[in-house]
């Protein structure tokens, strides 16, 4: 059987070749961790990471308490306060912890995304320098299942079963030698655009109602944040900016990691030519 | 004396794109070629590609021998603006339940483009004609259906996306007098959806121009292309899967170090990575000649979207004979080429690498795979056939 030809269900499975494969993705990984373990730069971004995941959360609701008789009293006042005016703060903090949740998820993807593609570039070192201790021509991988080109033009004496099911059969069956593929940057594609969706947290939602006494109290509402927009328009606005600046860094990120990923698939594709 | 067909579509014109669009534009050819009175509505933008300001001139025009009439656009109302009413509807009385209505799906209605004037004519001239209205999410076709009454069918190119599931939309499909599906999965998901009697919706289909023909060897020779030739067509965004399809095709590049090239026409644009360009040919906006021809000169087509009501990029490509690659999630296209046996499907990408690895191994296979799907084509996708049973829709019901 050439390169060219497919292999049908019933191919032998090349036990040596999959082993070495084994091999060198298992030496990969170990390399990787044991350089993980030791790299400062990587447990400084996981720390970093994990205080994202702390800090995420903002909250509207922080205890209100006081030792001395004055300052417990002030700290109901604040209580009658802030129970009072939830109806105008709470759909504020909300729209920005949506946001901050789908950032921070950004960013943890772009993290997992930064570490695949290292270890892809590992495997493809890891491969070139088999490569180079072994004689005879690279067989094109990187250490992932990878194998010739399949594609042929001409006629192929080769007997397909027939049938949208058969054939379909037959790849359900080859598609359980493929190795497994994460891709990272579809969740990475979700996250930004719920990012995208809460960037602009809005102060100015409509308050309306639906029976006499709704529609009486969201006019006291609208007076109240008319009255109120002095102090908390310029939060929001100044909070909408850092939002803004987020999403553009986020999507220039994720715009770097995909011609990086790009870039390394091309390596793969070319040692996978030799 | 017949009433006049109305087919009411956001845009119409000789350079409006979309599927909806041109299905429309077919459609209304098709019926006009079976004698029957009909006439084209639409607002005088150019489509959903382009900025919602004036393109084309309003009032009376004929394209392709059919009457259309234009009427002013009415710009898109995004957040943080009111829901909005037009004022066809506001002096007509609003629609029982319409306080049920969230917020946010009445928002959605009025951040897309639309024609108050357009809707004030279908109020005025309701008893001299039946309408179409196309496609199901545009305002177009929410308030057109409630002016409409009795005299308003939908055809709605629905798919199984989240909209869909809006009360508005459901309220709309219950309205309507019968909605007009492009496939057996479209009009199974509009019933299952909506919970309708099964003669509500009648699959009517969808129809492709079967005299194209293209010349892949031309094209193949004019962008000196060697090896394996995949295509795709269509609207290159995240609802129509065109990032998954270039993430599958950059790993089972770099997994193969097959030469392949992806070709690609459209007008939209998309952000491709420079080192893409290795199997990437993008040629944007082409003629309808070298589209066919692109189509001709592909090894297999590449279907990843899962939502589509008919495909036509689809059934086009089996006009040349090419077989098809299509996303199983859609039951659309699956179906499609279940029914058809012009190719395979895929569920992740390991079964995208295996499908592309068989197809790509066997030229015998693609012909004969691309000679099941033209076969198919030639059987079903007759716009005359179409058109009759559009009709037939409209008359009987």
């Not at chain 1, 079963?161 to 058969?166: I, Q």
């Not at chain 1, 927009?229 to 600046?245: K, T, Y």
């Not at chain 2, 009909?38 to 025009?61: C, K, L, M, Q």
């Not at chain 2, 917020?103 to 001299?128: C, F, G, I, K, Y």
Request: proline content about 7%.
């Amino acid at each position: 059987m050439n390169a060219n030809e497919p292999a049908t269900s019933r191919d032998p499975v090349d036990a040596g070749a999959l082993l070495e494969q084994l091999r060198t993705d298992v030496r990969a990984r170990r390399a990787a961790a044991i350089r993980d373990a030791h790299d400062p730069a990587r447990r400084a971004l996981q720390r970093s990471l994990d205080d994202i995941e702390i800090t995420r959360v903002v909250s509207a609701h922080w205890p209100l308490t006081g030792r001395t008789v004055p300052e417990k009293i002030i700290a109901l006042v604040n209580k009658v306060v802030r129970r009072y005016l939830r109806w105008y703060i709470n759909p504020i903090v909300e729209q920005q912890n949506a946001f901050n949740d789908a950032a921070a998820r950004a960013l943890r993807l772009l993290a997992e995304s930064y570490e695949e593609l290292a270890g892809q570039v590992a495997l493809c070192r890891a491969g070139d320098a088999e490569n180079r201790d072994r004689p005879g021509p690279a067989t094109g991988d990187s250490g992932r299942g990878e194998h010739a080109p399949p594609h042929t033009n001409s006629s192929t004496p080769v007997s397909w079963p027939s049938g949208y099911s058969a054939l379909m059969e037959l790849v359900r069956a080859r598609a359980l030698r493929e190795p497994e593929a994460r891709f990272v940057e579809l969740e990475l594609h979700d996250a930004l655009a719920q990012a995208r969706l809460h960037r602009r947290v809005n102060a100015h939602w409509p308050l309306t109602g639906r029976t006499l006494l709704e529609r009486m109290a969201a006019l006291h509402n609208r007076i109240v944040r008319q009255y109120l927009r002095w102090l908390i328009n310029p939060i929001v606005e100044q909070q909408n900016a850092a939002n803004d600046a987020l999403i553009a860094t986020l999507e220039h990120l994720a715009g770097i990691d995909a011609a990086r990923r790009a870039e390394v698939a091309a390596l793969r594709a070319r040692k996978g030519d030799v | 004396m017949r009433d006049t067909i109305t087919i009411v579509v956001p845009w119409f014109g000789p350079d409006t794109a979309g599927g909806a669009e041109t299905q429309a534009r077919q459609l209304a050819v098709a019926i006009h070629a079976l004698g029957e009175p009909i006439e084209v509505w639409a607002s005088n933008g150019r489509d959903s590609f382009s900025a919602p300001d004036p393109y084309y001139a309003t009032g009376p025009d004929v394209v392709d021998g059919v009457a259309v009439r234009r009427f002013p656009i009415t710009p898109p109302r995004p957040a943080p603006h009111h829901p909005y009413v037009p004022p066809a509807v506001l002096h007509r009385g609003l629609p029982a339940g319409w306080l049920a209505f969230p917020d946010h799906e009445l928002r959605l209605l009025a951040s897309l483009a639309s024609s108050d004037e357009l809707l004030e004519a279908v109020a005025a001239e309701r008893n001299q004609r039946r309408f179409i209205f196309v496609p199901y999410p545009f305002p177009t076709s929410f308030w057109g259906t409630l002016l409409a009454g009795e005299r308003g069918y939908l055809l709605p190119c629905l798919h199984d996306e989240p909209y869909a599931r809006y009360t508005t939309y459901r309220w709309m499909f219950h309205h309507t007098r019968r909605a007009l599906a492009n496939s057996p999965a479209e009009r199974a998901l509009a019933l299952r959806l909506y919970n309708l009697p099964p003669e509500r919706v009648v699959m009517a289909g969808e129809g492709i121009d079967l005299t194209s023909r293209g010349d892949g060897a031309v094209f193949r020779q004019r962008h000196g292309l060697a090896g394996p030739v995949l295509r795709y067509a269509g609207r290159r965004d995240a609802a129509k899967n065109f990032p998954l399809l270039l993430m599958y095709l950059r790993e089972y590049w770099a997994r193969r170090g097959t030469p392949l090239k992806l070709v690609l026409t459209g007008r939209d644009t998309a952000e491709i990575p420079p080192p893409l360009g290795a199997i990437v040919l993008d040629l944007g906006d082409v003629s309808l000649q070298e589209r066919h021809d692109a189509y001709a000169a592909a090894d297999v087509f590449i279907q990843p979207s899962i939502h589509e009501s008919f495909s036509i990029v689809l059934m086009e490509s089996w006009l040349q004979g090419v077989p098809a690659l299509v996303n199983a999630h859609c039951d659309v296209t699956r179906e499609a080429v279940e029914a058809s046996g012009g190719g395979l499907s895929f569920d992740g990408f390991r079964e995208f690498a295996a499908a592309l690895d068989i197809l790509l191994a066997d030229s015998s296979l693609r012909r004969e795979l691309g000679e099941r799907g033209r076969a198919w084509v030639l059987e079903h996708c007759r716009w005359e056939d179409v058109a009759r049973r559009t009709v037939a829709a409209l008359r009987d019901g």
